[in-house]
């Protein structure tokens, strides 16, 4: 099986797979008046593509993007990091969506000659007030550079976390749970279990 990022790679050897890194390498543009969610589905969509064609036909691929949404408005990964600081202050003290959606193709099975299969998980995350000297430090840090919303629950972005409803590896950047019944119906099972 593989996978399009590596800032999943965590998540899905936790869960017992294993699989092989393959970034999309897509030009992850949102355009303008483009609805959050159905960019965030479309990105996922256009990641697995571009790694299908890649790896052949019979290769199981999964590929995920994961968006922040508050009031309407998208926050993907920063351009910079006064960008990333601009989105921190405009979460901080708020609640916001962490949106990821997902796509998975191929693995050979079936009349159509492989599985074809798509989703998204919301989670609610509620960010504690923060100052300006607070965010331009951990923005400093590095860690904020490629996460949607700037900040990463994992690491160090999680001391803005004050509560999250919902699936906390949603906000990490997979939804394992709801992808291992997919993964399963395509014959891939964690290293643990068998058929």
């Known amino acids: 099986m593989a996978s399009s990022s590596p800032r999943r790679r965590d998540l899905l050897a ?11 390498d897509i030009d992850e543009v949102v355009e303008p008046g483009e609805d959050p969610l159905l960019a965030t589905c479309r990105l996922a969509a256009e990641k697995v593509d571009a790694v299908a064609r890649r790896r052949g036909p019979g290769e199981l691929v999964l590929a995920a993007d994961t968006s922040v949404i508050c009031d309407g408005r998208m926050f993907g990964k920063p351009d910079s990091p006064k960008d990333a ?22 693995g050979g099975a079936g009349e159509s000659g492989g599985l074809s299969a798509a989703g998204f998980t919301r989670t609610i995350v509620r960010m504690r007030d923060a100052g300006v000297a607070e965010i331009r430090a951990y923005v400093a840090c590095g860690e904020s550079a490629d996460k949607a919303g700037s900040y990463a629950l994992q690491g160090g972005g999680g001391a803005f976390v004050a509560a999250v409803i919902g ?9 394992v749970d709801q992808i291992r ?15």
Request: charged share 10%; hydrophobic share 45%; with cysteine.
């Open 181 to 195: 019944p997919w993964l399963e119906r395509a014959g891939v099972y964690p290293a643990d279990q068998t058929a």
């Open 167 to 175: 699936d906390t590896a949603n906000v990490v950047g997979l939804p």
């Open 85 to 106: 600081c601009t989105q921190l202050g405009s979460l901080a003290g708020r609640n916001h969506q962490v949106v990821t959606a997902w796509a998975l193709v191929g």
């Open 14 to 24: 936790a869960a017992g797979f294993t699989f092989e890194v393959d970034s999309a």
